[in-house]
């Protein structure tokens, strides 16, 4: 009968498990001076050799060779490998998870071993015991019969009670390296005599995730095809999925608005097999990863991906800014939601991708370069200034004027304001300073007023001029000039706090008509 490759070639001593030294260091010079603990926990992600390093650790304990432990080849490190030895038993938690199983474990622990030197319990998937069973497990975890060893094994380690955490041994299993993995498949494939190219071997690595156990699978699949020699395009074929990659390279072609790449992209995955309503939810996931690896300098527990996944999201953060970001995730939420109700979700989220490559969210939020006078519609109700006397009504209502010198009241001031800073903070770090303590005010045609919280703050903006001016003119396609003033502080006649010369010349150029205050 055929044995899977992560069977066929699961390590048999501590030399050759891949990718967890740090686990492998003390467990031998524990075992070497004779020095384990009572109780291990093993934590990791699925695939990195739990229950491998458990068995490793069971054959330890109990080799009768005199050199390096466990030698692989006395009649207890065969017998366990085989499943015989009677003095290491193997529990499944998922299955065994009530009191009742666990108080037969308690009988069981009374008797000695009867062909090695330790009992040794493995319990795999721990975190699905129940909190009676953990209970019922307390006393034995703590004080358990002499020559008896707990092995627990979990992918999730913060469901178990802080009472069991504190009597065990605590090992964290690491993502196995992609450059591990390469190496090891390579070997295996040597082995069998199989061709295999380099960049179909690091497609596989990738897609395996730091996992051992998946990698080995994937590699499997590739060679059930029955070929000697296997490319890339062959992974591609058997994989049917869409990897990480594939989303790093989609979204670089929205990055650089290439619309016919996207839309290629999209329908070479499609044409796969690929899910359209899955494939939305994975992309948002991956904006969401482009958004921590942002803010986040060690993403690595947050993301629950390989470290080389993890650098070429962390390369490609670097190339986007917060702002289109969250414009991609509010399209494609936006997308993904009327998708449910629609027969031709296909079609929806090709007309996101045209929106998302060629800018047209930018420009529903921010002015364009062509539209710095963009129009506002001039409410037909009556302006009444306050002291003045003058009454005046447009003479036709709803009417469509340029802004010419008006207040720009459509502008979302404080997403413009925000990208303004995220340019200046890549050019230099000092813009931070001021980032708290100013607000846009207002953005006309020729001009864009910045208030201030104080002088200090004041002084710096004026400082930093130029500069602002130049972003602003970056952002928007107009050059304007800086107005900054601090806030409470007026420059014309105030009444009761209020700004009269500026409400008078607001009017003014609303109305296109003179006010005379008196």
């Known amino acids: 009968m055929y044995t899977a490759l992560y069977r066929a070639y699961r390590p048999e001593t501590f030399d050759t498990v891949l990718g967890q030294e740090h686990i492998v260091k003390i467990l031998k010079n524990q075992i070497a001076a004779d020095s384990t603990g009572h109780a291990y926990l ?8 739990k229950t491998t390093t458990a068995r490793l650790l069971a054959k330890g304990v109990n080799c009768t060779s005199e050199n390096v432990r466990p030698c692989g080849v006395c009649e207890n490190c065969k017998a366990i490998k085989d499943g015989t030895f009677m003095d290491v038993i193997e529990i499944d938690a998922a299955s065994n998870n009530g009191v009742d199983n666990i108080r037969e474990l308690r009988e ?43 092995i627990l094994a979990t992918t999730e380690p913060q469901k178990l009670p802080a009472t069991i955490l504190s009597r065990c041994l605590r090992l964290d299993f690491r993502r196995v390296p992609e450059k591990v993995l390469l190496e090891g498949m390579k070997s295996i494939c040597a082995a069998m005599e199989i061709r295999i190219t380099d960049s179909a071997l690091a497609l596989v690595a990738a897609n395996a995730d730091g996992s051992v156990r998946d990698g080995l699978s994937i590699l499997d699949q590739c060679l059930s095809a029955g070929s000697k020699d296997i490319s890339r395009e062959d992974v591609l074929e058997i994989l049917g999925t869409v990897g990480e990659e594939v989303f790093l390279e989609i979204t670089d072609a929205v990055m650089r608005h290439n619309t016919a790449e996207a839309l290629i992209m999209l ?11 899955q494939f939305m939810k994975d992309w948002m996931s991956h904006y969401r990863n482009l958004l921590i690896t942002k803010f986040v300098n060690k993403a690595e527990d947050m993301l629950n991906m390989s470290s080389e996944n993890i650098e070429r999201i962390c390369e490609q953060s670097q190339r986007i800014d917060v702002a289109e970001i969250n414009n991609h995730i509010m399209e494609l939420a936006k997308t993904m939601s009327d998708a449910k109700w629609s027969t031709q979700p296909r079609i929806l989220l090709e007309l996101c991708i045209v929106k998302m490559a060629t800018g047209l969210l930018q420009k529903s939020t921010l002015p364009s370069g062509n539209d710095a006078a963009v129009t ?11 002291g003045a006397k003058t009454e005046a009504k447009p003479s036709a209502p709803a009417e469509l004027v340029s802004n010419g010198g008006e207040a720009n ?10 990208a303004i800073f995220e340019t200046g903070e890549a050019a230099t770090a000092s813009f931070n300073l001021i980032r708290v303590g100013t ?4 953005v006309t045609a020729h001009t864009f007023s910045v208030t201030a919280s104080n002088t200090v703050t004041a002084d710096y903006v004026k400082n930093k001029q130029r500069e602002l001016e130049d972003i602003m003119e970056q952002h928007t396609g107009v050059r304007r000039q800086l107005l900054c003033k601090v806030k409470g ?30």
């Not at 093993?42 to 050799?49: E, H, K, P």
């Not at 506002?376 to 306050?386: G, L």
Request: aromatic share 6%; proline share 4%.
């Open 376 to 386: 506002t519609v001039i409410k037909a109700e009556r302006t009444v200034i306050s």
């Open 108 to 150: 069981s622990v009374k008797y000695p071993p009867v062909v090695g030197r330790k009992k040794v319990y493995i319990i795999d998937e721990v975190h699905m015991l129940s909190s009676g069973a953990f209970n019922a497990l307390l006393k034995t975890l703590e004080e358990p019969p002499e020559n008896v060893l707990f």
């Open 267 to 277: 329908d070479k995955v499609l044409a796969d097999g690929k899910d359209v309503r």
């Open 42 to 49: 093993f934590c990791g992600t699925r695939g990195t050799g």
């Open 489 to 518: 502080n007026c420059d014309g006649p105030t009444q009761n706090g209020i700004d009269i010369e500026s409400i008078k010349k607001n009017a003014e150029n609303k109305l296109g008509i003179n006010i005379e205050l008196v």
């Open 409 to 418: 009241d459509d502008l979302d001031k404080d997403r413009l304001w925000h």
């Open 439 to 442: 607000e846009l005010a207002e």
